[in-house]
């Protein structure tokens, strides 16, 4: 599922969805800019049309595959619960006091890390 398909979706998925960056790249990203309950949506490493639904947990990042069916979208491994639309699954999962999830505190915005970024580049970048 392309990303335009988020259209329907809000806001909200594509500030949170970060595409197809690795595992690794999640974890550090979180590590750096998150705290515990922060989260984030990308694209599955090795399942075509999933997301990673990750959220870290010091010091640990913990991950839930989102996928989909002709039914919805459902977290794999987590009952049969559906959902037609994805914000709708990850507003559930962040309303929950469930022990199976960690907590859904912090999206994660790439637009504040993005900004971050960009002053960090800036700050080395006038240092030369």
Not at 2 to 17: N, V
Not at 39 to 61: I, M, W
Request: positive net charge; charged residues 20%; glycine residues 8%.
């Amino acid at each position: 599922y392309p990303f335009t398909q988020f259209g329907a979706e809000g806001d909200f998925i594509s500030c949170i969805y970060y595409g197809s960056i690795s595992s690794q790249a999640t974890e550090q990203l979180l590590g750096r800019y998150g705290q515990d309950g922060s989260f984030l949506l990308r694209d599955s490493e090795t399942l075509p049309g999933a997301y990673c639904l990750c959220v870290r947990k010091a010091p640990f990042v913990h991950t839930y595959r989102l996928v989909h069916s002709m039914d919805g979208w459902s977290v794999q491994g987590f009952g049969r619960q559906i959902f037609h639309k994805l914000e709708t699954l990850i507003e559930t999962c962040r309303t929950l006091s469930s022990t199976e999830i960690v907590p859904l505190t912090h999206p994660l915005d790439k637009t504040h890390v993005l900004q971050h970024m960009q002053i960090l580049f800036w700050r080395a970048r006038n240092r030369r």
